[in-house]
């Protein structure tokens, strides 16, 4: 089956998933963006606030991530990424989330009114919601003893401590029926990069999510992230070993046929190793980061890696 014909579901949230589509989109044209619902900051956090409504952010930079690559599609980019400047309420409101917002206050369907701005965008693929409902993230940090409970996407991406326990409110929020569908169909499923809390796990932590992406006939890829020496938010600083742990404390049964690191990230580590195949899968390290912000995942490279990765299976 050629590449262009793959069915690949990307998982996550924000800049991370926004690098993994923008990389997708030069290998299928069948990729669907399933995208966390959790952010209550900024522009988003105020609609979602005033409108009662999902948080549109990483729903739009999806958008704009699988934007045709012409001159159509990169101008429709910067248009729904744009954001106002003044000293009045719509500072910092970008126009994609303000269209979604709209969208979905005249229809009350998050799914249609995202497949209506996909036509618009001219797409590679569809974004979608992990559900239909804004969710939010409640974390257990211990920080010196002593234990604190944070709810909030914001609040918990700004606490410190060791996370020793995270969750979704409401507890078992329903997924999205069309998502669902994705996963089971899919021939790839990729989850990652980005905020280990509030992108990557709540994917994990929805259950009848979860129970799809473990029981879907597709193959697996979980994207680590690069070392960021900026910032301590959000796992930043512990090690892959870590992550992957993390992830197996909320999800025991994870099952995954790749890992795939950056080559800058010492793999020989027997820990690591043991710990994926325990999973069933395997380590697989490539070049991914930009040459500048080594901290990002380049899009091209990230392609280059998916692609040999899908090749290699196919000629098997």
């Not at 997708?24 to 105020?46: F, L, P, Q």
């Not at 409902?133 to 002593?146: M, Q, R, S, V, Y």
């Not at 080559?263 to 994926?276: A, C, D, H, K, M």
């Amino acid at each position: 089956m050629p590449l262009t014909n793959q069915k690949i579901v990307c998982l996550g949230g924000g800049h991370g998933l926004a690098a993994t589509l923008s990389a997708m989109r030069d290998i299928t044209n069948e990729v669907t963006a399933i995208v966390t619902v959790a952010d209550n900051g900024g522009s988003s956090g105020r609609l979602r606030s005033e409108f009662n409504s999902l948080p549109p952010g990483d729903l739009r930079m999806a958008l704009a991530a699988l934007c045709s690559d012409d001159d159509w599609g990169k101008s429709w980019a910067e248009i729904m990424q744009y954001r106002f400047t003044s000293d009045g309420p719509m500072d910092n409101h970008a126009i994609g989330n303000l269209l979604l917002t709209a969208l979905w206050d005249r229809d009350g369907d998050p799914v249609k009114g995202l497949a209506r701005v996909g036509d618009l965008l001219q797409v590679v693929g569809r974004v979608l919601p992990m559900a239909l409902e804004p969710l939010d993230i409640e974390a257990t940090f211990n920080e010196k003893g002593k234990v604190k409970t944070v709810q909030g996407q914001i609040e918990v991406a700004a606490a410190r401590g060791e996370v020793s326990q995270l969750r979704i409110i409401p507890s078992k929020p329903k997924a999205t029926p069309e998502a669902i569908t994705a996963l089971s169909d899919a021939d790839w499923i990729t989850v990652g990069p980005g905020s280990w809390l509030s992108s990557v796990m709540p994917h994990f932590l929805l259950e009848e999510q979860a129970d799809a992406i473990n029981t879907a006939k597709a193959k697996k890829i979980l994207i680590f992230n690069l070392p960021d020496p900026t910032t301590s938010e959000e796992y930043a600083d512990l090690s892959l070993t870590d992550h992957l742990q993390f992830v197996l404390k909320h999800l025991p049964n994870l099952k995954f046929d790749y890992a795939l690191v950056d080559q800058s990230i010492n793999t020989n580590n027997s820990v690591f190793e043991r710990l994926v195949e325990s999973c069933g899968g395997q380590v697989v390290a490539f070049d991914l980061a930009e040459n500048e912000q080594t901290f990002h995942h380049d899009p091209k490279k990230l392609s280059s890696a998916i692609r040999h990765i899908l090749q290699e299976n196919l000629l098997r």
